[in-house]
């Protein structure tokens, strides 16, 4: 994920999406970071675009969420936040996975650039031909192989 003053840039193996900063919803994480887009005109709903390389693990979000809600009980003594001397924001920053911590900077970067007055714009994919060439080709190479040596 690149971002910049204009907008943000999802860049997927397949492809890329460029989506100006007006048109970002909301950035948040499930499996993987996602980017709400505004509805286009025509569209009935806006447009989820999900993160191929920010993702955290199932496990992971689970102790982040049992970390929020104070249920430590269950959790191996090496992840509750011991007496460091840290402050509880740092703790709590610490406890966070990365791929939290990105799309909450995210998300806070579209919030700040919509109030700024960012203006929609339509959200441009392009493809990644030279990875699809890659695929196609490794995909050809296998059928000549299969095809060749049976």
């Keep these: 994920m690149i971002a910049d003053s204009a907008g943000l840039t999802v860049r997927n193996p397949l492809r890329d999406h460029r989506i100006p900063w007006g048109s970002v919803i909301a950035v948040d994480l499930k499996e993987s970071v996602q980017v709400h887009c505004a509805p286009e005109p025509g569209a009935k709903r806006g447009k989820v675009i999900h ?87 490794s995909a050809v190479v296998l059928v000549l192989v299969i095809t060749v040596f049976p």
């Excluded at 199932?58 to 009980?73: H, P, Y």
């Excluded at 007496?83 to 995210?106: E, H, R, V, Y």
Aim: glycine share 4%; hydrophobic share 40%; proline share 7%.
């Design 51 to 137: 993160s191929w390389a920010l993702y955290t693990q199932r496990r992971t979000r689970l102790r982040s969420e049992m970390l929020k809600q104070g249920d430590r009980r269950r959790l191996p003594r090496s992840s509750v936040a011991s007496d460091t001397g840290m402050s509880p924001a740092t703790q709590k920053l610490l406890n966070q996975p990365a791929a939290q911590l990105m799309a909450t900077q995210l998300d806070d970067l579209a919030r700040e650039a919509r109030e700024r007055g960012a203006a929609p714009g339509p959200r441009v994919v392009s493809w990644a031909w030279p990875a699809v060439a890659a695929i196609v080709a």
